[in-house]
């Protein structure tokens, strides 16, 4: 019986620090994909495309930082194309993270996660004044 759990005892440890891994990956995912809705909110309230964009980038980086979600790289790419009364504004964010950092077990590498959000302009919004 303790030969057993001698052999079994290391497989289980591995299964659980493998499961501790992969439920970090899902938390830094959701942590992205809440800082791209963040963004593209913040971005969707901005008078022009330049200020949307720099808006939808302060956003992200508070939203990731207050998360506890440390990326190495932070991409913010706010796509302004349809950014008029009516349209939308879709925001990609992208995070490169550790691994090392993200999972229980000492990965090599890293790992970027993508997560694009969009939300459409108010039809009667006012526009930039000049």
Not at 20 to 36: C, P
Not at 73 to 100: E, H, K, M, W, Y
């Amino acid at each position: 019986m303790s030969a057993e759990m001698a052999l079994i005892t290391p497989v289980l440890l591995a299964l659980l620090l493998v499961a501790v891994g992969a439920g970090r990956l899902v938390s830094a995912r959701l942590d992205v994909a809440d800082a791209a809705h963040q963004a593209a909110r913040a971005a969707s309230l901005a008078r022009t495309p330049t200020a949307a964009g720099a808006a939808a980038q302060a956003a992200a980086r508070s939203a990731l930082d207050g998360a506890g979600l440390a990326c190495s790289r932070l991409s913010t790419t706010a796509d302004s194309n349809a950014f008029r009364p009516g349209g939308q504004i879709n925001v990609t964010v992208a995070c490169t993270a550790d691994l090392a950092g993200l999972a229980a077990i000492p990965w090599p590498g890293n790992h970027t996660i993508t997560e694009t959000f969009s939300v459409p302009l108010e039809t009667y919004r006012a526009g930039e004044r000049r």
